[in-house]
């Protein structure tokens, strides 16, 4: 059975595209699964984590969004990573958000040029940080939902509103196994302040927060700027050893819980 996790929090910045890539990799590289990513973010940043110039590809999640019905496969492309796939996605993608609500069926465009995939044990969504048309195709085509949520200020804003959309989406279509998993509190550093802020996060999410916190490790960041992940870049890093842990927690939900 195929496992649907998406990564959202409408806040930018708080490590979607990150634990949705690594997360991925550890999963294909060392559970053997296959994986396959779709990027759902004009940033495209999916691809260029895995080192895909992504500014002049063509047959994106865009092309597919906007015709469904065409066979999945010829838009997903192998990474350097053996059996983590993606579908990537580019600055074109902005079109779809402005433009899709003239398309018929447009919240379950998504779900239906998925339908036909098979073979994966893993799908994973990243997304954009907004509440838009995009989450909520996504919101209809997994079943997880993983809230990174950076341990700054601002972080609990936005956490209430995932939470919302949640709720609404599995009212008003139909979603009933559409669920928060995890809460994971990310770039973590020992201050005062977040350490309160991870306080406030228990106090919210008591069921659903992460043991692990995934601290600040400089190498997560170096190793996306050269577009690989931290498996082949620095795999005996701090943040290495953190997103492994997560990844296994995750493995297990709700098992562990
Ligand atoms: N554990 C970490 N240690 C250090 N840097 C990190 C860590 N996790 C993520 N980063 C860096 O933080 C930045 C933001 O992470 P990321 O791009 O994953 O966030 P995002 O939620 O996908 O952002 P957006 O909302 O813009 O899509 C990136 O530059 C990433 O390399
Ligand atoms: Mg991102």
């Not at 973010?41 to 063509?58: C, H, I, N, Y």
């Not at 195709?137 to 972080?155: G, Q, R």
């Amino acid at each position: 059975m195929v496992r649907r996790i998406a990564f959202i929090n409408e806040k930018g910045g708080s490590c979607k595209t990150t634990l949705a890539v690594n997360l991925g990799a550890f999963y294909a590289h060392y559970r053997r699964k296959r994986v396959l990513i779709v990027d759902m973010d004009p940033q495209g940043q999916v691809g260029k984590a895995l080192g895909f110039e992504v500014k002049s590809l063509d047959q994106t999640i865009l092309d597919l969004l906007e015709d469904p019905d065409r066979p999945v496969q010829e838009f997903i492309r192998s990474s350097r990573v053996s059996s983590l796939d993606i579908i990537p996605a580019n600055k074109r993608l902005a079109e779809y958000a402005s433009t899709a609500g003239s398309l018929p069926d447009h919240p379950h465009r998504l779900a239906r040029a998925l339908r036909q995939l098979e073979g994966y044990d893993y799908l994973l969504f990243d997304s954009p940080p907004s509440l838009g048309v995009s989450i909520l195709n996504i919101m209809l085509a997994t079943e997880e939902i993983v809230i990174p949520v950076s341990l700054t200020y601002f972080a609990l804003d936005g956490c209430a509103e995932i939470l919302d959309t949640v709720g609404r989406v599995r009212e008003r279509y139909g979603n009933e196994a559409l669920r928060v998993s995890l809460v994971v509190p990310a770039l973590y550093r020992r201050t005062r302040l977040a350490d309160a802020i991870l306080e406030r996060l228990r106090e919210h999410f008591p069921d659903n927060l992460s043991q692990t916190v995934v601290g600040y490790d400089v190498k997560v960041d170096e190793a996306q700027s050269h577009g690989q992940t931290i498996w082949e870049y620095a795999p005996t890093s701090r943040g290495a050893e953190l997103f492994a842990r997560l990844a296994m927690e995750l493995e297990r939900w709700p098992a562990a819980r």
